[in-house]
């Protein structure tokens, strides 16, 4: 059974950053993709940045030049720095990865953004 637990979460100010891990209990390389997503309150979650195995990474138009996603193989670890945030960054911040076909999801790190 994948496991998935994020961290780095917290309250931060306007223009801050934070960056979020997320551990997962498996080879990070053996996933085919992994992702960050959001929900803020009362909204839908969506997608903010995908990391493919290749290395190759696309981030949601919202917060391209701000978030960078990274991967570590040997920590089986992946990154979300998130810089200039702002309060409508606020949200739960999810990891995912996928693997023939299935998804995997974390719990979620809250991260709060005050202006």
């Known amino acids: 059974q994948v496991q998935l637990v994020e961290s780095g979460g917290g309250l931060v100010q306007d223009g801050g950053s934070l960056r979020l891990s997320c551990a997962a209990s498996?080879?990070?390389?053996?996933?085919?993709?992994m992702n960050w997503s959001r929900q803020a309150p009362g909204k839908q979650r969506e997608l903010v940045a995908t990391i493919i195995n290749d290395g190759r990474t696309n981030y949601a138009d919202s917060v391209k030049g701000r978030f960078t996603i990274s991967r570590d193989d040997s920590k089986n670890t992946v990154y979300l720095q998130m810089n200039s945030l702002k309060p409508e960054d606020t949200a739960v911040y999810y990891c995912?990865?996928?693997?023939?076909?299935?998804?995997?999801w974390g719990k979620g790190t809250l991260v709060t953004v005050s202006s």
């Open positions: 498996g080879s990070v390389a053996e996933f085919w993709t």
């Open positions: 995912s990865a996928s693997r023939m076909g299935i998804n995997y």
